[in-house]
């Protein structure tokens, strides 16, 4: 094992798990971001392009939730077996959880598959975007097994101290997307269906690589089969239900910020405004998913002292943890406004379209401090298998978010779609703070008790 969850140095441990996941996943925009760079500089329909490549983005990331579904419902299960010292009962939800990721896998392109065009429609392309969405929908719809199995699978090479291992697999994934792109892309004259095989392939890499690791003999948990049981399923699945949801519900928050915006904004702006905010969305996933590498990666180090009853350490490890989201959150507030110009330059040479993108982002990073500070709130719950809190917690935040989106542009008109952000991260955070302050320490109290009482 690569880190002592259980006796090492807190502030130590938490860097060593933190920071190589935090860069695992902002390694992991690159998939992403490269994309669209690429794809909003084809000659003469870069920016419908990307619009259309904008409407697939929250239905591929809707589709990537369930390995959170799976992967974050199973690895805390798995950390609290650990720190328990149950390793055979560690191995039982990994073998469970691996056949969930397979099940989903084929079930999803089977189910998605003959209404792709039908949903893509729904979710705000217009009738110039369509082809462009559907295109590079189809060929990454077929590369989901790898997808699922390569993200879902690595939550539990982090869940045994193998920070490290983790972040290499994302890292290949990365440079083979980037250093494929442009020739799928140009080179090849596959346009947005490049983009999106070179996404699948870099997928297949990371898959290969997070598998070989799990079926070797080096993690002290393996991929085993068998010790199927409904019970167990049922725990991953009902833990899992609150990333699935967060990551999820942020995703109609996207389909629906498109549809208000295609709305308000008309025939004439909706397109562009579209554009504009997958641009803004682009820059969001720089902050939040390595924000989530974070607060998520650190979740090993919570539920396994949980599961020891090392309750001390688990609120040690939560001030440096929230220390460092409110430091990384920090830093992204002030290079938004810093180089927001050079982010936006990537995407597109539009000055008008440059010019509005470059306003949404400074709106919507108007409140990313208390936005760090929810997402460890929540995670922190959700490590300590308290679903109860972090599942109503992240659905506040996110109704607050709905609430705003369709009160303000009937109001004030499209672009103040905008400012639903910022409200939901002040109004979000404000009571997930209230919440983790009455709760936390009364938990953590709980848990040493029963196990006196087991004693």
Known sequence: MENDLGRGDIGRLVRAIALPSMLAQFVSVLYSIVDRMYIGHIAGVGDLALAGVGVCGPVV?????VASLVGVGGSPLMSIKLGEGDHAGARTILANAFLLLCVFSVAIVALILPVRQEMLSLFGASG??????????????????????????????????????????????????IALDPVFIFLLGMGVQGAAAATVISQLASCIYVLRFLFGRRPGVRITFGGYAPRIVGRILALGFTPFC??????????AMNAVLQRYGGPERGDMLITCATIVQSFMLVVTMPLGGISGGTQTILGFNYGACRTQRVLIAQR????????????????????????????????????????????????????????EIVDGFTAIGQVRYSLPLSFWRKAVYFAALFALPALFGAEAAFYAEPISDVLGPACSIAVYLLTMKKLLLRREMSRLAQT
């Open 61 to 65: 990331t809707m589709i990537g939730s």
């Open 128 to 177: 110039a975007t369509l082809p462009y969405a559907e295109g590079y929908f189809f060929v990454y719809l077929l590369g989901t097994p790898f997808a699922l199995l390569s993200t879902g699978l690595n939550t539990f090479v982090v869940a045994q101290g193998y920070a490290r291992k983790a972040m290499l697999s994302v890292v290949l994934g990365a440079a083979l997307n």
């Open 246 to 255: 967060i990551i999820a519900v942020d995703n109609v928050m996207i389909i």
């Open 320 to 375: 440096h943890i929230f220390l460092l989201c409110a430091g990384y959150t920090a830093l992204m507030f002030v290079l938004a406004r810093l180089l927001g110009p050079l982010f936006v330059g990537l995407f597109t040479t539009d000055p008008l379209l440059s010019e509005k993108a470059m306003w949404a982002i400074r709106t919507c990073t108007l409140a990313l401090v208390p936005l760090g500070i929810q997402y």
